[in-house]
Nanobody
């Protein structure tokens, strides 16, 4: 059974940076699409960034392109989201999730596939405010 734990959130001023971590256990990243998603109260969950562990292909929401970078460290079995030039509208609870590549690619998972997930973890709160 796959298990992912998010960490690294916090309070940061506009223009600042944070790095979120998604530690995987019970499985190895190879063979999965892994993504970061976020949600604010009253808003729909949205895909932020996803990566295909097999070919390295990535997807980024238009709102974060050029500011966020998703990466993986296979030795640590961890996926990261480096967030730079943070804006108040980036404020949300951030979650990570994964799906087998036989079902998802990075684009599909971030745009469509995640909507089939019924159970989400606690996530990590990112608050961008002055």
């Amino acid at each position: 059974q796959l298990h992912l734990v998010e960490s690294g959130g916090g309070l940061v001023q506009p223009g600042g940076s944070l790095r979120l971590s998604c530690a995987a256990s019970g499985f190895t990243l190879d063979g999965y699409a892994i993504g970061w998603f976020r949600q604010d109260p009253g808003k729909e969950r949205e895909g932020v960034a996803c990566i295909n562990s097999r070919d390295g292909n990535t997807y980024y929401a238009d709102s974060v392109k050029g500011r966020f970078t998703i990466s993986s460290d296979n030795a640590k079995n961890t996926v990261y989201l480096q967030m730079n030039s943070l804006k108040p509208e980036d404020t949300a609870v951030y979650y990570c999730a994964a799906d087998l590549l036989i079902y998802s690619g990075s684009y599909y998972f971030c745009q469509i596939g995640y909507r089939y997930l019924e159970v989400w973890g606690q996530g990590t709160l990112v608050t961008v405010s002055s």
